[in-house]
């Protein structure tokens, strides 16, 4: 099955989004002088402090693997309801590995009271999931199908995980030279790389669902870890919250680049200097076309097109002490959260996903 590439209509609207998440070509990153280094460090640095996202284009992972990802993506999710099951997600959010059905997990942005979430929860997300993470992660080992059941997809997850764990660190890398820091300080606080791939399926579903709010594709959240990246298909429906003006905006898939984010870990580990801001996902753009020829009752059930996409969540080793980072106190030297282990954090948010 092939993994369908952009169309154009995708393509175009991807112009709006340089306008408000920066595109940064981080080639001169993994490949220049140390001044170039410096400068995209900067680049980077900025772009997490006004709007805690951004593109990287030219990241070093190959394109074709990117793709072959969301290959994969398609043929697992493919499977009959009974074959994914047999990698089940376990229950409760201890052990986020596995398997998740249509409307298991609701995600929600600071909702600890267990009432308030079980209300949520009566209107899930329509989406599927499944995870994977480092194959020395004892805390939370991973949970394969039986091999023969999709031959190859065990061995390309893993592989990909290392690219994917490689491109985090030396985005750390970035992070911690522009704050003057030693290079390897954030990477060396990442060593045990206990970090969590994810494939994400939202089936299609009538447009009329998601505009009413009956059903949702991802609510409004933010990201608990370090650093997210998210590589998109040529759907759309991505949007951020701008951070000035609380409006949320598109962020659609830029071709060849990852959109890259922080989350609350980093966020409080920064001191609030880089932002961890809060994103969903909505029905797609209607693309030029799709309601020619239909009738008025029709168009009203028309259906958004199934969109697939692959976020990479970091966080710190669990030990980490999470406190302000040096260079990131605030005028007179405030820090603004008190430390906490990153374990501590972790298991404080997953909590309030999977009661
Ligand atoms: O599917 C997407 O584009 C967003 C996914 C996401 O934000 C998440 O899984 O945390
Ligand atoms: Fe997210």
């Known amino acids: 099955m092939a993994y369908e590439k ?8 991807s112009i709006s989004a340089s306008n408000t998440v920066p595109v940064v070509d981080f080639s001169r990153f993994l490949l ?11 680049e980077v640095d900025e772009a997490f402090r006004k709007v805690g996202f951004v593109y990287l284009q030219n990241h070093g992972i190959q394109e074709q693997k990117v793709d072959e990802c969301f290959e994969w993506s398609q043929r697992f999710f493919a499977l009959p309801e009974g074959v994914k099951k047999l990698a089940p997600h376990p229950p409760g959010g201890s052990h986020h590995r596995g398997y998740s059905g249509l409307g298991i997990e609701k995600v929600t942005q600071n909702v600890f009271e267990q009432e308030e979430l079980a209300a949520l929860r009566q209107m899930p997300d329509f989406k599927e ?16 199908l039986p091999d023969e059941k999709l031959p190859g997809f065990r061995q390309f997850m893993e592989a990909f995980f290392l690219d994917c764990t490689d491109l ?69 429906g991505l949007e951020i919250q701008h951070p000035q003006t609380g409006e949320f905006i598109a962020a659609p898939p830029v071709p060849g680049g990852v959109l890259v984010n922080i ?62 980072l040096p260079g990131c106190e605030g005028p007179d030297g405030k820090k603004e959260f008190e430390a906490m282990t990153a374990l501590e954090y972790v298991q404080m948010r997953m909590a309030a996903l999977y009661a």
């Open 6 to 13: 952009s169309t154009t209509e995708a393509r175009s609207s």
């Open 263 to 324: 989350g609350d870990l980093m966020m409080r580990w920064s001191n609030g200097r880089w932002r961890s801001t809060v994103h969903r996902v909505v029905a797609p753009p209607e693309l030029k076309g799709e309601r020619e020829g239909l009738e008025d009752e029709e168009a009203g059930k028309e259906m958004c097109r199934p969109r697939y996409s692959i976020p990479f969540f970091a966080t710190a080793d669990p030990e980490t002490v999470i406190e302000c």
């Open 168 to 236: 985090i660190h030396t985005i750390l890398n970035a992070l911690a030279i522009s704050l003057s820091l030693p290079p390897s300080q954030l990477s060396n606080a990442h060593s045990q790389s206990l970090f969590q791939l994810r494939l994400l399926h939202y089936p299609s579903i009538p447009r009329s669902l998601l505009h009413s709010g009956e059903k949702s594709r991802i609510g409004a959240h933010s990201d608990f870890g370090t650093l997210t990246l998210l590589f998109q298909d040529d759907v759309g």
């Open 129 to 144: 999931s499944f995870e994977s993470g480092n194959v020395h992660d004892q805390m939370q080992p991973n949970i394969w």
């Open 32 to 42: 220049g002088s140390d001044v170039d280094k410096r400068a995209i460090a900067r």
